[in-house]
């Protein structure tokens, strides 16, 4: 699989990728911190794109759970599990700690994740505007942020921010 197809793949539908007759099935591995309850809605966008993309689970997609459960120190067990399994793609999510994971556990296979953190920071990618590696992702740099919605929230509520310190 090409990087830009695996991109347009999992971008959820924004750039379709034209459905293909897929003699072979393809394996996508699923890699999370979590359980399968607390990553429900991960785990149903994440195939709802790859649906949208013309990848049917059962047809011609099978994918490869991984679930840690809380026990941040499998997850490097699970991930290298996946890379041996030879998965067309890994989805890293649940934290920065699933996709530092697969990130050591894999140099080739692509990987996607969904983190809080900065990515170029953290090693997973080279650049926000080139990844370089063969990570990619969405990174919502929250802690970035805070500072300036805290910002926000005091102009909007008309509350000096100094006096909140």
């Known amino acids: ?51 949208e993309a013309g990848y049917v689970p059962g047809r011609n997609l099978a994918v490869e759970y991984r679930w840690a459960e809380g026990h941040y120190d499998r997850l490097p067990t699970l991930a290298t599990d996946l890379a041996k399994k030879k998965v067309a ?23 996607i994740f969904i983190i809080g953190d900065d990515p170029v920071s953290l090693g997973l990618v080279e650049s926000m505007n080139r990844p370089g590696t063969n990570a990619t992702g969405v990174s919502l740099i929250t802690v970035a942020l805070s500072g300036k919605r805290l910002e926000l929230i005091c102009e909007l509520s008309l509350v000096p921010a100094q006096s909140l310190f």
């Open 89 to 111: 793609l890994i989805a890293a999510v649940g934290g920065i700690n699933s996709a530092l994971a697969a990130k050591a556990a894999t140099s080739t296979t692509p990987i």
């Open 1 to 51: 699989m090409r990087r830009r197809d695996f991109v347009v793949l999992v971008g959820a539908g924004a750039l379709p990728l034209p459905v293909r007759a897929q003699p072979e099935m393809v394996v996508a591995g699923f890699l999370s911190a979590r359980s399968p309850h607390e990553a429900e809605a991960h785990t149903t966008a994440f195939l709802r794109a790859l649906t």
